[in-house]
């Protein structure tokens, strides 16, 4: 419903009177389309704190104190390399691939780390790195090359470029 709303007159008026169109009501309708995304999106939520729990554990574990600083990097750091590329995938199986294979590498390199003796200094530059790897490893495997390719593609279709990870390492 729209009704007009005219100006009043006033001398010395600076700005040039317009006529307003005020809406009173607007029927608004979720498609299916909405309610899937926002699906997807809670899936994504759910493995990005499963992670931070799992990378707190093999923190604790090499005996490093994992402070809330630490917590944000993580989530960030996940959020970034992952989550983005998640965002992009149709297939539940494909987002679990990539998170364990993701989870797998930064647990053995926190693992190596921690059996070397050394020192953790910056744990979300750490995770950062490892999960560049594990994005790496994971889009030159064989069953999920072409997942990786749609993903880049659905991106490159929305933003008009291909994303950092898909462009990482390659010679163009």
């Known amino acids: ?36 995304v926002n699906d997807d999106l809670k899936k994504i939520d759910e493995k990005v704190a499963n992670f931070r729990k799992n990378v707190q554990h093999f923190l604790k574990h090499a005996g490093r104190k994992v402070t809330k600083q630490d917590m944000r990097d993580i989530q960030a750091a996940f ?24 989870l797998g590498i930064v647990g053995r390199i926190i693992d190596s780390i921690a059996a070397k003796g050394k020192r953790i200094e910056s744990v979300g530059g750490l995770v950062r790195d490892a999960l ?40 163009n």
């Open 1 to 36: 419903i729209v009704q007009e709303r005219k100006p009043r007159e006033r001398e010395g008026r600076k700005r040039k009177p317009v006529v307003q169109l005020v809406v009173d009501q607007v029927k608004l309708r979720l498609t299916e389309l909405c309610a899937k």
């Open 79 to 102: 959020s970034g390399e992952i989550g983005l590329i998640m965002s992009y995938m149709e297939k539940e199986n494909d987002r679990n691939e990539l998170y364990e294979t993701a």
């Open 132 to 171: 560049k790897k594990a994005v790496d490893i994971w889009k030159t495997t064989d069953l999920t090359r072409g997942v990786a390719m749609d993903v880049a593609t659905r991106y490159a279709q929305e933003h008009g470029e291909y994303p950092a990870f898909y462009l990482r390492g390659r010679s």
